[in-house]
């Protein structure tokens, strides 16, 4: 016996399974609807008319039988078919509409899903650009931020401009009185001559300070109106700088020009040379009235040697003529003569020491007044007892290993007897302040090691030679010290400016080796005014060597500033057995003394009288000697005249109070002064 049942295992599949005594068989048969198209058939429809709904529901109801009769095995649709024959045919319209229906969902889909994914793409544009926007403006804020730091340091310094601009009329008034003070005040030897040197030496460098960021243009043709905008577009088209927050002003013949920041400056000048040849524009730097007038004699000295037909170049303040350098024009320098009645010799030894403990195995301390050493090797200031007549200022070596010495380390001994400042110390230099009678010297013990870069040592050391100028007065400043420089013979100083000094104006030497180093070391000392005294003095004719571990290599040199060339008395190269492998160079040099006038001086005689002060009589002698009238004369007379009175009142004043006393043994007597000044107990003379 066979039966059949007949079920639906997914879209458009019908199984079909038929028992029979031999067991069950399966069979799936197709229908030809898929899954879609069946899905669509179950989704109602919407009549375009009320009256259509009728008609689409007995439409769906005739489908479903038929595609239900399509799935039926052949034996059901046989055995049935009788049953069926009266069964309405779905449709064919209806078939067609739903597959459009299920085509346009399709599309739909289609088109919703590229919707979507532009969608996307759009948002993820608008992310980037958005990121982008936020990248700018933070760009844009942290460029006004910096610009707004740069506009407040740039207003800070045009106030302190403006602040050190104000003292510089006073303190020009207050010299130009002090100029017109009696001659006794101003002279040499008077007590404000220092100080107004001082103040006129402190009244440059406020001026240069105010000048540092300006310039000058000339030749530059200008509208009349907008003469600013045309010097900005100038300065910018050329040098390609910011020119958006400088100040211009228009004077008679130039342009003055304020670029509120120094580096905008060194761009003009680095530049200027390439970009302005063959034009007849001019830009300098904006001139003190000093430097002004150095100007003036330089272009004076270039004219006059051109209208002889000589050959003349110049670089900065210094003209080259006959591979000689003229300083300033070579303005006139006197030549200050000492009076030999108070002059003292003082004696500064440089030396390598290679170590500390070789200055206590030498003689040098025995016979000089200062010591300036370098490679003491110890890292702390010692307390060393061949050192206990000196002020000591140390500069501490460097440890640079764990194991071994340090390296560097120097010291500078100073005689007690004279006073003795530090103005500033480093690894590579120890600068003092020493005041010997009436002469101040600033003395630069320096040490520069060959491993270390010249040109960044020289650039720091210029930055604190042109402080100490601005900042003290000096009649002496020396350098010296290993400078691991060799120079050979070079001497480009014109023999004119020795005349009349101690030292000569050709230099010799034993090594007439150069080096790159030597050439830089010369280039700034010849830029600071100072003379290489190596090779040009009595003992140092031709120049010793100074360093023995390669034969014949000088290179501990000592330099002095052009305007004090007249101390200088000799050079010498001490040849002194120790286990230092340079040797010591001994400068000797002639100073003014502090001899102050002595009230009592020592002559024998049989007649002396003598001052008893008596306590009881103080008021009477202070009555008696504030009663004495000072001559209207005095005030123009000459000091040693002064000192006569003053020292005769006194006398007369005691005399009046009963406390002088007449002896006629021989003994101190109080004499009235005589023109003339005597030496101190402790100073040697020549």
Request: with cysteine.
């Amino acid at each position: 016996m066979l039966s059949s049942d007949t079920s639906r295992s997914k879209a458009g599949t019908v199984t079909v399974k038929q028992t029979s005594t031999d067991g069950i068989v399966e069979k799936k048969i197709k229908t030809g609807v898929n899954k879609k198209a069946f899905q669509a058939e179950k989704t109602p429809l919407k009549p375009s008319r009320p009256s259509d709904t009728a008609d689409i529901e007995t439409q769906e109801s005739s489908y479903v039988e038929n595609n239900s009769l399509t799935a039926r095995p052949p034996e059901m649709a046989t055995n049935n078919m009788s049953s069926d024959a009266n069964v309405v045919q779905p449709d064919p319209d209806v078939g067609q509409i739903l597959n459009e229906i299920a085509a346009l969902r399709a599309e739909q889909d289609l088109k919703h899903t590229e919707l979507k994914n532009k969608l996307e793409s759009n948002l993820m544009k608008d992310q980037a650009a958005f990121t982008k926007l936020e990248e700018s403006l933070s760009n844009l804020k942290n460029e006004i931020s910096g610009t707004k730091t740069d506009l407040f340091k740039r207003i800070s310094t045009v106030e302190e401009n403006t602040v050190k601009i104000n003292p510089i009329e006073g303190l020009k008034k207050l010299v130009s009185s002090m100029e017109n003070q009696p001659a006794i005040l101003t002279s040499s030897e008077g007590p404000l001559n220092k100080k107004i040197s001082f103040l006129i030496n402190k009244v440059e460098q406020l001026e240069k300070e105010n000048k540092k960021t300006k310039i000058t243009i000339a030749g530059l043709t200008l509208s009349f109106n907008n003469h600013s905008q045309e010097v900005k577009h100038f300065l910018t088209s050329n040098f390609n700088i910011d020119c958006s927050n400088i100040i211009v002003k228009k004077l008679r013949s130039y342009i003055l020009v304020d670029l509120l920041d120094p580096s905008l400056k060194s761009t003009i000048f680095k530049a200027k040379k390439n970009k302005l040849t063959g034009t007849k524009i001019f830009i300098n730097p904006d001139r003190t009235n000093k430097e002004q007038y150095i100007d003036w004699q330089c272009r004076q000295f270039c004219k006059q040697n051109y209208s002889e037909g000589k050959k003349v170049a110049r670089k900065d303040n210094k003209q080259k003529l006959n591979q000689r350098y003229y300083p300033n024009g070579l303005r006139e320098r006197s030549v200050e003569k000492l009076d030999n009645s108070s002059a003292e010799l003082v004696k500064i030894t440089f030396w390598n020491l290679h170590g500390y403990s070789n200055l206590e195995l030498s003689s040098l301390r025995e016979y000089s007044d200062i010591i300036a050493a370098c490679e003491t090797w110890t890292t702390l200031p010692l307390n060393l007892r061949f050192l206990e007549k000196y002020h000591n200022f140390w500069s501490d070596a460097v440890r640079e290993h764990a194991v071994g010495r340090a390296s560097d380390g120097l010291v500078t001994a100073i005689n007690n007897r004279y006073n003795a400042t530090i103005l500033a110390k480093s690894p590579s230099w120890i600068f003092n302040k020493v005041e010997i009678g009436n002469t101040i010297i600033i003395l630069g013990s320096v040490y520069f090691r060959k491993c270390l870069v010249l040109h960044s040592l020289l650039s720091s050391l210029q930055v604190l030679i042109d402080s100490i100028k601005a900042t003290h007065t000096h009649d002496l400043f020396i350098i010296g010290g290993d400078m691991n420089a060799r120079v050979g013979l070079l001497n480009p100083w014109p023999p004119e400016m020795f005349l009349g000094l101690h030292i000569h104006s050709a230099r010799t030497s034993l090594d007439s080796a150069e080096c790159d180093r030597g050439h830089q070391l010369l280039d700034f000392m010849l830029d600071n005014d100072f003379v290489l005294l190596n090779g040009r003095t009595n003992s140092d004719s031709p120049a010793q060597p100074t360093y023995d571990f390669h034969g014949t290599l000088i290179i501990d040199l000592v330099w002095a500033n052009t305007s004090s060339l007249h101390y200088i008395l000799d050079l010498e190269v001490i040849l002194e057995p120790s286990l230092s492998d340079h040797r010591p160079v001994c400068v000797s040099i002639q100073v003014s003394s502090n001899s102050k006038p002595e009230s009592c001086c020592t002559t024998p005689t049989c007649n002396t009288t003598k001052i008893k002060w008596d306590e009881k009589l103080e008021n009477e002698f202070q009555s008696q000697l504030y009663s004495t009238r000072f001559p209207s004369n005095q005030s123009e007379a000459q000091p040693d005249d002064q000192y006569n009175w003053l020292q005769q009142s006194i006398f007369n004043a005691a005399e009046n109070t009963g406390m002088v006393q007449r002896f006629n043994t021989a003994e101190n007597t109080l004499s009235v002064r005589k023109s003339g000044k005597s030496p101190g107990p402790d100073q040697r003379t020549l």
